[in-house]
């Protein structure tokens, strides 16, 4: 069973920036997508932004320019740099993985609150 722990959230001002990580364990297999997705108030969960490997990425048009995911090394723990951040961008946060396994298993961390806000 893969656990996924994620940390980094808070309460940041309108234009503020957040670093978002998550580590994955357990795994008896590779992890080939990692990603955050977010869940706001009265809304379904929507994607944020997936990382496959190494660098190859995908942001929701809402965030691109303004957010940056990573991975460590291709490997379990993954990042969410969250720049010029607005009152729109508050929800929670979800860590995702979606490990190499037939079939394809797919995790969820336990979410973590960012509020935008003055």
């Known amino acids: 069973q893969v656990q996924l722990v994620e940390s980094g959230g808070g309460l940041v001002q309108p234009g503020g920036s957040l670093r978002l990580s998550c580590a994955a364990s357990?795994?008896?297999?590779?992890?080939?997508?990692m990603g955050w997705y977010r869940q706001a108030p009265g809304k379904e969960r929507e994607l944020v932004a997936t990382?496959?490997?190494?660098?190859?990425?995908n942001y929701a048009d809402s965030v691109k320019g303004r957010f940056t995911i990573s991975r460590l090394n291709a490997g379990n723990t993954v990042y969410l740099q969250m720049n010029s951040l607005k009152p729109e961008d508050t929800a929670v946060y979800y860590c995702?993985?979606?490990?190499?396994?037939?079939?394809?298993?797919?995790?969820w961390g336990q979410g973590t609150q960012v509020t935008v806000s003055s």
């Open positions: 990382i496959f490997g190494r660098s190859t990425t």
């Open positions: 995702n993985a979606v490990t190499e396994s037939i079939p394809l298993a797919t995790y």
């Open positions: 357990g795994s008896r297999f590779s992890i080939s997508v």
